[in-house]
């Protein structure tokens, strides 16, 4: 058996573990806080040893950036799948306004919402946050540009998409202290109706 054939099968072990890692901080964040996430935590959740999990993240900090990097990953990557299935006509619009607040009050913005409010405090976890952040706005406008079906270049249609993003994002953080489905669906319905006003 040749050395790269046997490193194959401890690579792939080493992809899963760091994959399992990463979900579990999501995880922890999304469902216990943001001082709850250290690496031990993180480590027992993902069912690995604390060796292991700093063999692939030497430090907290570097556990939660790749955790917000691999959650802003799986957002685009799920915004991707539900544009291609999005309605074609007057419907497309409530459904991308729908999707886009799923995005802010899901797993993955929750976790992120953690660290956001955690690196107002701390300027070097700021540092560090602020460009995940920034490129994760850009991806999210363009996301939003594309389920809409709109053009993005024009300056209002650029307005009215961050305007949807500024809206999913509070309804996102309104839902983070309580169960705001049934009302958030109300004004979804209502939002996607001046939207579509407006696009008109």
Not at 40 to 60: D, E, I, L, N
Not at 82 to 93: F, M, S
Request: aromatic residues 4%; glycine residues 8%.
């Amino acid at each position: 058996m040749t050395r790269g054939a046997t490193r194959s099968p401890q690579q792939d072990r080493s992809r899963a573990t760091r994959q399992r890692l990463l979900d579990a901080t999501i995880d922890v964040l999304a469902t216990d806080g943001w001082a709850a996430c250290s690496v031990g935590v993180v480590a027992s959740r993902a069912g690995v040893s604390r060796g292991a999990a700093q063999h692939h993240f030497p430090t907290r900090e570097s556990l939660i950036t790749a955790a917000l990097e691999h959650a802003f990953e799986l957002l685009t990557l799920r915004a991707g799948e539900e544009t291609n299935r999005l309605p074609q006509g007057e419907g497309r619009i409530e459904v991308a306004v729908s999707t886009a607040v799923e995005f802010y009050t899901g797993v993955e913005f929750k976790a992120a919402l953690q660290v956001w409010c955690a690196a107002a405090s701390d300027q070097a976890l700021k540092e560090l946050i602020l460009p995940l952040e920034g490129r994760f706005g850009v991806a999210a406008h363009r996301m939003t540009v594309q389920m809409l079906g709109v053009d993005g270049s024009d300056p209002r249609i650029h307005r009215l998409v961050q305007a949807t993003l500024d809206f999913a994002r509070g309804l996102g953080l309104a839902d983070t202290l309580s169960d705001d489905s049934a009302r958030r669906k109300q004004v979804v319905a209502t939002w996607a109706q001046v939207l579509h006003e407006s696009l008109s």
